[in-house]
């Protein structure tokens, strides 16, 4: 393995090679030895796999970041524990249905983001899922007779149809209704964004209006080489169909590495739960200082690791963690840190005394004349002052 390394000059592009490699002998195998391979698609297989490249370029950096290659780390250590396999199981389950299903976290912010956000990814999902099994010829149909297809996936024929009928509509008609999914939520979206002053104060546009215009650009180009066919028999196709191409090209090259990145990690939010539970939504980690219950074991031993691993020294001089704490003995700790007061936390839920007697003189106290540091004849003659004007009262 370290020799097959040294061939390349890092992981990144290794890991490259090998998807590419894959990619090349699944297609040698869904389109039967390139029989059925489509030449009218090469454009959007060469963009294809330089999305793949980038993809993972971009997923070989993001998990070497420590605090993902932890995650990671500890979820194959939990899926491997027999005595949590069910609880594991459950998490895992329940957290794809809500969060990547019905991606109930997006609901909890407002029933029209979650609407628009929902057709967005699934219409995306479907759309990736039908171009890249057309591209790669992982799916074909073949003519059994005048009127019935066959489904062939990976050189296995899967379900027959009818040529004319209700399902073979929908199949034909598959990105057709994914683009008008992607076009209806990408709308919404856009909408929210031109109309809601809060969004417009912390929007980007490279960051959160490009990627729109994109999906809009790729969907509105799509849906019109349907219209061309259907209803203008096939009038500027060819040209519509270059657009097309262009816009979808431009979108596969830009995904890894723009705000759609997050369609394909959005997944490892499944082990969370799994991770970070020892009990079904229930913390189990005591502080150290209150006692209140905040967090559990591996979250805090987890986020010890990466703050070792990143160097970065938060351990107290009674050989605690930051991490060991609740956020309010935290925040306490902090304070106490900045007035020299660390050695001496407060019990309880008093205020915090400011008062160390580390202040200077004067600073929240009347200031006397010795804060001044006067000469002695100086200093005498402002008392003699002082009780002259006295003495005249």
Not at 121 to 128: K, M
Not at 240 to 263: A, S, W
Not at 364 to 376: L, Q
Request: net charge positive; charged share 20%; proline share 3%.
């Amino acid at each position: 393995m370290k020799s097959l390394e040294r061939s390349f000059y890092s992981k990144s592009s290794k890991y490259s090679f090998i998807v590419v490699l894959l990619l090349f002998f699944s297609i040698w195998i869904g389109t039967e030895n390139f029989l059925h391979f489509d030449m009218a698609l090469m454009g959007y297989l060469i963009s294809s796999l330089i999305f793949a490249i980038g993809l993972t370029i971009r997923m070989s950096s993001w998990l070497l970041r420590p605090a993902t290659r932890q995650v990671i780390q500890r979820s194959l250590k939990n899926l491997r524990q027999r005595k949590y396999k069910r609880r594991n199981m459950k998490a895992i389950l329940k957290t794809a249905f809500e969060n990547i299903f019905l991606q109930k976290f997006i609901f909890k912010r407002g029933i029209y983001r979650g609407v628009q956000h929902f057709l967005i990814a699934w219409g995306c999902i479907g759309s990736f899922a039908i171009t890249f099994g057309l591209t790669f010829g992982w799916m074909h149909f073949e003519l059994v007779d005048p009127e019935t297809y066959t489904i062939v996936v990976m050189g296995v024929e899967t379900i027959s149809m009818a040529a004319h009928g209700l399902f073979a509509e929908m199949v034909y008609n598959g990105l057709n209704i994914t683009a008008s999914m992607v076009l209806i939520g990408v709308c919404m979206a856009l909408t929210r964004r031109i109309i809601n002053e809060d969004v417009k104060v912390t929007q980007r546009a490279e960051f959160d209006l490009f990627p729109l215009f994109l999906l809009l650009a790729v969907t509105v180009t799509g849906l019109l080489l349907t219209v061309s066919y259907v209803l203008l028999d096939g009038w500027m196709h060819h040209y519509m169909t270059l657009v097309h191409q262009v816009t979808v090209v431009v979108l596969l090259i830009y995904f890894p590495f723009g705000k759609l990145f997050h369609l394909p990690i959005r997944p490892l939010t499944t082990a969370v739960p799994m991770n970070y539970q020892e009990e079904w939504k229930v913390d189990t980690r005591p502080c150290l200082r209150c006692g209140t219950v905040y967090s559990s074991d591996p979250q805090v031993s987890d986020v010890k690791e990466i703050l070792s691993v990143q160097q970065f020294d938060l351990q107290l001089e009674d050989g605690s963690y930051l991490s060991d704490y609740c956020p309010a003995c935290r925040r306490r700790i902090r304070v106490m840190k900045q007035l020299n007061n660390q050695p001496h936390l407060q019990q309880g839920h008093n205020p915090i005394l400011t008062r160390n007697g580390s202040e200077m003189s004067g600073f929240g106290s009347r200031r006397t004349d010795d804060y001044y540091n006067f000469p002695d004849h100086v200093q005498k003659e402002l008392e003699q002052h002082k009780e002259e004007g006295g003495n005249e009262r």
